[in-house]
C-alpha cells in the first residue's frame, strides 16, 4: 500500500515552459487536493476534486489546470510555468474533504 | 469565511521546556481541528485531531470554543520535536494556517 506517491521529486522549468506533475493513490480516496507551500505562507489550496470527473478551484488556481478520469489518479499541470510558480506542491487525498488528509512526499519545482 | 491564523513563525524552545504553539481559528459552526507535523525531509502527517482528544508524542491540544483557539502543548520538548507545524480546519476542503517552525535547542 503506497499512500499517494507523487512524481518528480524535483524540477527545473524555464519560464514558459509546461510540465505536469503526477499524483497517485490507492486507497480509494474520493477526495483529492494539490496544494503549493511558500515560506511565511502556510499550505494553500490550488485545485481539488471531490470524485472522478469532479474538479474545483481552490485559493490559488491561477496557471493551474487538473484533471480527475480516475478515481486513483489526479495529474497538475502548469501551461506556462513562471518565476511566481516556484513552489513545493504538495497532492493529498481523503475520504472526504473533511476528513483526515494523506500527503505525498511534495515536488519541489523551480522556474527559472 | 474559514481562516487558521498561526501567530509565531518561529518558536525555539530548550529541551525539557514546555512548549505551546498557537492556532487561533474562525468558523461559523462546531468545528473540528487537525495538527499536522512536518519533519525535515519527510511528507505532511496528521498528528493528532480534537475529537479523538488523544495525547500523541506527549502533545495534546484542546480546543476552546469561547477563544476560538487550538493550541498544542506539550509539557517538556525533546529535540525530535523540531518540525514545521500546521493547524488545519476541515470543512469542505481542509484550511491550514501558515506554519510554526518549532527548534528544540539541546
Known amino acids: 500500500n503506497a499512500g499517494v506517491t507523487q512524481t518528480p521529486k524535483f524540477q527545473v522549468l524555464k519560464t514558459g515552459q509546461s510540465m505536469t506533475l503526477q499524483c497517485a493513490q490507492d486507497m480509494n480516496h474520493e477526495y483529492m487536493s494539490w496544494y503549493r507551500q511558500d515560506p511565511g505562507m502556510g499550505l494553500r489550496l490550488i485545485h481539488y476534486?471531490?470524485?472522478?470527473?469532479?474538479?474545483d478551484q481552490g485559493e490559488v488556481p491561477n496557471g493551474y489546470n487538473v484533471s480527475r478520469s480516475t478515481t486513483e489518479d489526479f495529474p497538475l499541470r502548469l501551461l506556462s510555468a513562471a518565476p511566481s510558480q516556484t513552489s513545493v506542491y504538495f497532492c493529498?487525498?481523503?475520504?472526504?474533504?473533511?476528513?483526515?488528509?494523506?500527503f505525498g512526499q511534495g515536488t519541489r519545482l523551480t522556474v527559472v | 469565511a474559514q481562516r487558521v491564523t498561526q501567530p509565531e513563525k518561529l518558536l525555539s524552545v530548550f529541551k525539557g521546556a514546555p512548549v505551546e504553539l498557537k492556532c487561533n481559528y474562525s468558523y461559523s459552526g462546531s468545528p473540528e481541528l487537525f495538527w499536522y507535523v512536518q519533519y525535515s525531509r519527510q511528507r505532511l502527517q496528521l498528528l493528532l485531531r480534537h475529537i479523538s482528544r488523544e495525547s500523541i508524542k506527549g502533545f495534546t491540544a484542546d480546543l476552546n470554543k469561547g477563544e476560538t483557539s487550538f493550541h498544542l502543548k506539550k509539557p517538556f520538548a525533546q529535540e525530535e520535536d523540531s518540525a514545521m507545524y500546521y493547524c488545519?480546519?476541515?470543512?469542505?476542503?481542509?484550511?491550514f494556517g501558515s506554519g510554526t517552525q518549532l527548534t528544540v535547542l539541546p
Open positions: 488545519a480546519l476541515p470543512s469542505r476542503q481542509l484550511t
Open positions: 493529498a487525498s481523503s475520504i472526504q474533504g473533511n476528513t483526515e488528509a494523506f
Open positions: 476534486s471531490v470524485g472522478a470527473g469532479i474538479t
